[in-house]
């Protein structure tokens, strides 16, 4: 079975700094997806970023990038230039490639953005 | 405008009833999924669905029940069997392959357990 794993339950970054958030997995698979979401107190689950695991170049999103290591099974998230919006819980998350596969979540980590 | 629809946003539920949640989607896609998360965790599939007319439990499908009779639309009855039902629950689509798979999600809806 698949497990996602964030060490981090709680993180904290000034505004206008760098924070990376960090994932690791387990899997089997060598065809699979990962993302990371965002949830906001007003608990909606907002995609931040998507990786296929068949790509070796790291996705960006704006402010946001990842640091995809396959071998190592790692899947950190670097947010650069740190803003308040950016404050909520950020969830992991692991998807097989196959066909309706379910998402597997980690338990998340709290980011607070401080002046 | 294209999205899942959740209703209702917040629901009490005395013991010994059933409830149900509503999940609609225009999305035009095909599998359909139920999260349930508990306060300060993340998030635990309840059931999901590929196709219409059929489905397939998650991870704590005790006590839940679901239906897939139309593509737009995948409620979920929370018996009375559920011990412990409060909690927010949010739907999730997504296309079943291709490179668009992304699992997109709903506003969630509270149960409370009055």
């Known amino acids: 079975a698949q497990t996602v794993t964030q060490s981090q339950p709680e993180m904290s970054v000034q505004e206008a700094e760098t924070v990376t958030l960090s994932c690791t997995y387990d899997t089997s698979e060598s065809d699979y997806y990962l993302f990371w979401y965002k949830q906001p107190p007003s608990r909606q689950m907002i995609l931040v970023i998507r990786?296929?695991?068949?790509?070796?170049q790291n996705a960006t999103e704006n402010r946001f990038s990842v640091n995809f290591q396959k071998a190592a099974k790692s899947f950190s998230l670097k947010i650069s230039d740190s803003q308040l919006g950016d404050a909520a819980m950020y969830f992991c998350a692991y998807r097989f490639a196959g066909t309706a596969s379910k998402l597997t979540f980690g338990t998340g980590t709290r980011l607070q953005v401080t002046l | 405008d294209g999205g899942i629809t959740q209703s209702p946003k917040y629901l009490f539920r005395k013991e010994g009833q059933n409830v149900t949640l509503s999940c609609e989607q225009n999305?035009?896609?095909?599998?359909m999924y139920w999260y349930r998360q508990d306060p300060g965790q993340g998030l635990r599939l309840i059931y999901y669905?590929?196709?219409?007319?059929?489905?397939q439990k998650g991870d704590i499908a005790e006590g839940y029940s679901v239906s897939r009779e139309k593509k737009e639309s995948f409620p979920l009855t929370v018996t009375s069997a559920q011990k412990n039902p409060t909690a927010f629950y949010l739907c999730a689509s997504s296309r079943n392959s291709g490179t668009t798979n992304t699992i997109y999600f709903g506003e969630g809806s509270w149960l409370t357990v009055v």
């Open positions: 669905s590929q196709i219409v007319n059929d489905f």
């Open positions: 990786q296929e695991a068949y790509k070796q």
């Open positions: 999305l035009n896609h095909d599998a």
